[in-house]
């Protein structure tokens, strides 16, 4: 399975765009880029996903580099809501491989 | 919509007895799944099925049972709990599984100690 890089952690502050980055060096040509957040004590929550374009939903945009080989969820502005672990995954076949993401620390 | 649910939300077991973690969804979703997540991890899948009468397993799938009877529940059975079951257990469903673009709702999760 293609396998995700991300930074174990990052912090922004209240109501300033948030940049975070992926690696997927291995993506296959068919694999889904999906972003989830989980927000502590909570289930996993689907953000966003992408195949080869940009994408822009209410919650985030998903900038996805012409390669494939990275991408970067954009929050553009941080609330404190917002603090939670991100993952980015490759969906593949039918499960999606979490690993350990980015724990977002958003300060006031 | 009441979403994914899941029951109970805390249980304590002991060594060696067996329960069922339940759970349900009210979307007409074709596929549900069983992930657990350890302390500090990031989740990984038990079992997984794309409808009613199919199971297929996942990543750990050890000391672990689901059927799949109707397209609203999946309980995920444990059969002799151990220590090492101890998790936090969630259920997710989709409109479809397979490569799918499709976003996996999750449930609110159990958390399960096995002393």
């Known amino acids: 399975d293609a396998k995700t890089t991300q930074p174990n952690s990052m912090e922004s502050n209240e109501e300033e765009p948030v940049h975070l980055p992926c690696n997927h060096s291995?993506?296959?040509?068919?694999?889904?880029i999906h972003w989830y957040r989980q927000l502590p004590s909570q289930g996993p929550e689907y953000v966003i996903h992408g195949l080869t374009s940009n994408v822009n939903n209410r919650m985030a945009s998903l900038a996805i580099a012409e390669d494939r080989k990275s991408s970067t969820l954009i929050l553009h502005r941080a609330t404190l809501r917002d603090a939670a672990v991100y993952y980015c995954?490759?969906?593949?076949?039918?499960?999606?491989?979490f690993g350990k993401g980015t724990s977002l620390l958003v300060t006031p | 919509n009441a979403g994914v649910t899941q029951t109970p939300k805390f249980q304590v077991l002991k060594t060696g007895q067996s329960m069922t973690l339940q759970c349900a969804q009210d979307m007409n979703h074709e596929y549900m799944s069983w992930y657990r997540q350890d302390p500090g991890m990031g989740l990984r899948l038990i079992h997984y099925s794309v409808g009613a009468g199919i199971t297929d397993q996942g990543e750990v799938p050890n000391g672990y049972n689901v059927s799949r009877s109707t397209t609203e529940d999946f309980p995920l059975r444990l059969l002799s709990a151990a220590p090492s079951q101890t998790s936090v257990y969630f259920c997710?469903?989709?409109?479809?599984?397979?490569?799918?673009?499709?976003?996996?709702?999750f449930g609110p999760g159990t958390r399960l100690t096995v002393l």
């Open positions: 995954i490759l969906f593949s076949g039918y499960a999606l491989n």
């Open positions: 291995t993506i296959s040509g068919t694999d889904y």
């Open positions: 997710a469903s989709s409109y479809s599984g397979y490569r799918s673009y499709n976003e996996q709702f």
